[in-house]
């Protein structure tokens, strides 16, 4: 079972919507509308392509009342059903010394232990009041215990190591990008600036530490994925369906989800289409067997060598039993005329009979039963692309 990690909607939600946590700039007002329509063309993306997602929520569950803003409680109830949701409640936390202490990395990891913090249910029914258009009581009783079921917390203990891995990633030379070189600065004489850096890659190390300790995959997660780009060995669901975009001349599911206007209406529906659910398990197996660059040569491969069960050779002699029964069938309609004929298994039957059975065979049988192939997916988003 394929499942993504997606945090970039509870950082949102809490710049945005927590007064006093992190003050939005005026070009982040500014850009607010630009990266609210990109993030919910990811989720869409995300919602497509794995079997699974997983928001991250720190205290309030954000991402909860923003998913029933856009998909309404229906469509919400339609993914807990598919096993499409599921949520992180976050609750280690890293933090950084003011003043320095000789010897000592100026982080220091920890826990947050608050209600909303630590209890589902009170995380879920804070959801419901960044919402104008609340459920009622039943409605949101119902959405509790249904949703409770669905978070996980990270184990005890993760966060122990912090120091250790901050450090092994400054002397590897994995901070450069992020500012910190371990060639120029000294990591215990760090100015308030700097610190600030340490600890938020101290944090994204813990939270890479989290995925690979679950069997999470990073969605778009910029930190995460320069960070470990090196580290990381299996395909990205999201990379391998962008080349298959680019080699049907199509737009990826990100820029297709822009075109819909509202995407995550109806994802739940388009995600539960009998073509999607088997191009995301093609997608599993390709992705866990194969390296990015094999991934067109193996959708090229499944599109020309996909057979139905009537094009192998056991099927092959099922069609012929099938024509034989059918002829008898034929002859039981006809009565006692037409019992020659049946017995005869079309041995006696004109050349506009045996043209009419093999009408039958093609489209009433093949057709029901034609193999699969990973194109039917791009074919269903093709005509997707129509209606807008």
Known sequence: MSQVYVPELNELCRKYFIKGEIEPSKQDIYL???RYSSLKADIFEAMMLYDSVSFKVYGENLPLSILLNEMTIKGVESLIEQDALRFVHWTPTIMHFVEPI??????????VNSEVHTDPEASIRSAFNFMMNKPNKAQRNTLI???RDLYSEPEKGLENDA?????????SGKLKKSGLDCDVLDIFKLNTQQ???LSGCASDLLEYKFLVSQNLTPHKTKA???LFTDSIKKVSRTDAAIQIAELENFPHLHNLSLELGNPLHK?????NQRNTRKFRSWLNEV???????EVSMAYIDAIENSKGFFETKKGRLTKNITMTAIGAGIGSFLGPIGTTVGGLAGQALVPAADFALDLADEYLVTELLKGWKPRMFIDDMRKLQQKT
């Open 32 to 34: 607010f509308e630009s």
């Open 102 to 111: 000789d010897g000592v990395i100026p982080i220091v990891a920890g826990r």
């Open 145 to 147: 215990r249904k949703v």
């Open 163 to 171: 120091s250790s891995f901050v450090m092994s990633a400054y002397k």
């Open 195 to 197: 610190k600030k850096l």
């Open 224 to 226: 995460l994925n320069s």
């Open 267 to 271: 994802v739940p529906k388009y995600r």
């Open 287 to 293: 992705s866990d067997s194969k390296e990015l660059a």
